[in-house]
């Protein structure tokens, strides 16, 4: 659960751990961002490589909705992880998988509050 965990302490350091969790509603936990979505993504990106993480792929919805004449607030999803880690994790438990890789969507409110959510590491 280690594994699990370190990204957790990445993100509350990221975003200066002084914001309490918005909801863990599902699992779910959010934490409120002084950055726009790209730098709130940008700052995770640079922290989780920095800590050994592999980026597997950041997918940007807005784009994505907008492609399709669709409006959306800033909206974008980083997919990351770490086969070192991963690996031993599910061979010990395989149905861990389904949460491998790990992800973070960063996302802005109607009040245009910035938000990071990823799921609580327990």
């Known amino acids: 659960m280690r594994s699990l965990i370190v990204p957790a ?5 990221l975003l200066g751990g002084a914001s309490a ?14 950055h726009t979505v790209d730098q709130t993504l940008d700052r995770l990106e640079a922290a989780l490589k920095d800590a050994g993480a592999k980026i597997v792929a ?5 784009a994505e909705a907008k492609a399709i ?8 999803l980083l ?7 991963g690996a031993p994790l599910m061979l010990r438990n395989q149905t861990i998988g389904i ?6 969507l960063a996302w802005e409110d109607e ?4 938000w990071l959510t990823y799921n609580a590491p327990g």
């Open 58 to 62: 950041r997918l940007d919805h807005t």
């Open 9 to 13: 302490l990445v993100i509350a350091a």
């Open 111 to 114: 009040r245009r509050q910035v």
């Open 21 to 34: 969790p918005a909801s863990t509603d599902g699992g779910l936990v959010s934490k409120r961002s002084a």
């Open 69 to 76: 004449g669709r409006p959306m607030r800033p909206t974008a």
């Open 99 to 104: 949460d491998l890789p790990m992800k973070a």
């Open 79 to 85: 997919i990351f992880g770490n086969p070192a880690v």
